[in-house]
C-alpha cells in the first residue's frame, strides 16, 4: 500500500486504513485469511448525496440521488489507543465548510468486529450522508433485520419494484452472505440500508428543510461496526447476537459480590434437533404488581422448534403464556430433566411469559 497507512491488528482481524481514512483491508484470519474488500476498492467511505425530493421533502428520498454524489475528503488520521484490550484510530472529517466529522475506528482484542464511532456536526442543506463498504460477497438477495425478525431483498434490480427499494428499512443489522462467509453492517440508531450488488450502505444524516427548516441540525452521535462472519447466513454467523451485543453495551455499576456473578438470570436453550433461536428481548416486573417478571422472546431466524426456559440463580416456580397486555393464557410444562420448562415455537414467533421465581 501506498504510505502512509494504519493497520489494526488481533487474533482474529487484520484492517488496513489509508490516510484518508477509508477501509483498503480487511483479512479475517479465522477464514485463512480472506479478503473482506472486494479488490481496488475501499470501505468506510462516505459518500455526500445531492438530496432534493420533488415533493414531501422530510419524508421521500428520490431515487434521482443516486445520479449525484461524491466521495468526502479533506482528513486527518492519527494513533487514538494503543492499549493491550483497545487499539484505535482518530478520523477527522471536514465535511464543508461548516460540517466535520469525528470518527474514532476501534477494534478490541478479541473482537471479530470493527467498530466506527462518530460525532458529527451536521450543517447542510439538501444533502445525504451516507458510508458504503464494497465487500467480496456475491449475492442475489441481502437480510435485513426487522422487527423481530428478518427480510430478504434483492441486491440486482431485475424489475421496476426492485429499482423502487434502492434504500430499504431496518433496525439493527443489514446482512450479505453467499455459501459459506458472509458480512453484516451494524447500526446503533441508523435504520436506512441499501445494497446493491456487493455495495452495504448506510444512509447517516439527511439534511431536510421542510417542514423544518433547522430538522437535524447540530451535533449527532452514532455508532456502526463491519462485521465480517464465517457461516453461510446471518443465522450461523450469529448477526442478531452480535447486534444485540453492539446496541447495549456493558455497563459497569457498583454492587455487592454474588455468590455466582457469570451464571444468567435467566437463560433459553433450544432442545435437540430444534431450528433456529429463542432470543430474549426484555425483562421486566408484571404490570399486575404481583412482583413475577415479564419476559419477552421471540424467534430470530425463521426456525421451529422447543426451548428450555431456566435459571442458575433462581428457582422458577411457574412460567406462563400471556399475550401483549399479560394476560395468562397457558401454563408450560416442567421440563424435570434440566429444572425448567418447555416452550414450542414456531418461525419468528413472539412469546411472552410470566415467571414466578424465588431465590435459590
Request: glycine share 8%; hydrophobic share 35%; proline share 4%.
Amino acid at each position: 500500500y501506498s504510505a502512509p497507512h494504519y493497520i489494526l491488528d488481533n487474533v482474529h482481524l487484520t484492517a488496513t486504513f489509508d490516510a484518508q481514512g477509508r477501509l483498503i483491508s480487511l483479512l479475517d484470519k479465522r477464514a485463512g485469511g480472506r479478503e473482506v474488500i472486494e479488490g481496488g476498492q475501499h470501505g468506510n467511505d462516505l459518500l455526500l448525496f445531492e438530496d432534493t425530493p420533488a415533493s414531501w421533502d422530510a419524508w421521500d428520498i428520490d431515487r434521482a440521488h443516486l445520479e449525484k454524489f461524491w466521495s468526502v475528503s479533506g482528513t486527518e488520521m492519527a494513533i487514538h489507543e494503543t492499549g493491550p484490550l483497545r487499539a484505535s484510530l482518530r478520523r477527522t472529517v471536514q465535511i464543508s465548510e461548516d460540517s466535520r466529522l469525528e470518527q474514532i475506528i476501534a477494534l478490541d482484542c478479541l473482537s471479530g468486529r470493527l467498530d466506527f464511532e462518530c460525532r458529527v456536526e451536521w450543517h447542510e442543506e439538501h444533502k445525504l450522508l451516507k458510508v458504503e463498504f464494497p465487500v467480496a460477497i456475491w449475492a442475489s438477495e441481502a437480510s435485513y433485520e426487522c422487527q423481530y425478525g428478518a427480510i430478504r431483498r434483492p441486491t440486482t434490480e431485475n424489475t421496476s419494484w426492485d429499482a423502487a427499494r434502492f434504500e430499504v428499512c431496518g433496525l439493527r443489522f443489514a446482512d450479505i452472505s453467499e455459501h459459506g462467509y458472509g458480512v453484516a453492517v451494524l447500526s446503533d440508531s441508523k435504520y436506512g440500508y441499501s445494497c446493491r450488488r456487493n455495495r452495504l450502505r448506510i444512509s447517516l444524516l439527511r439534511a431536510r428543510k421542510a417542514p423544518d427548516a433547522d430538522c437535524d441540525m447540530g451535533t449527532h452521535h452514532f455508532r456502526y461496526a463491519l462485521l465480517p462472519h464465517p457461516g453461510g447466513d446471518f443465522e450461523s454467523g450469529r448477526v442478531v447476537e452480535e447486534a444485540t451485543a453492539f446496541c447495549t453495551p456493558l455497563h459497569v455499576l457498583p454492587g455487592r459480590t454474588a455468590e455466582s456473578p457469570t451464571a444468567p438470570f435467566l437463560q433459553l436453550e433450544k432442545t435437540t434437533g430444534s431450528a433456529g433461536k429463542l432470543i430474549i428481548d426484555c425483562v421486566k416486573m408484571a404490570e399486575d404488581r404481583s412482583g413475577r417478571v415479564i419476559v419477552r422472546a421471540y424467534e430470530a431466524y425463521g426456525g421451529r422448534g422447543s426451548a428450555v426456559i431456566s435459571s442458575k440463580i433462581a428457582n422458577l416456580q411457574s412460567v406462563t403464556i400471556c399475550n401483549g397486555l399479560e394476560d395468562e393464557t397457558s401454563l408450560l410444562v416442567h421440563h424435570a430433566e434440566s429444572g425448567g420448562f418447555l416452550i414450542n415455537y414456531r418461525p419468528f414467533e413472539l412469546i411472552t411469559l410470566k415467571v414466578s421465581l424465588c431465590r435459590k
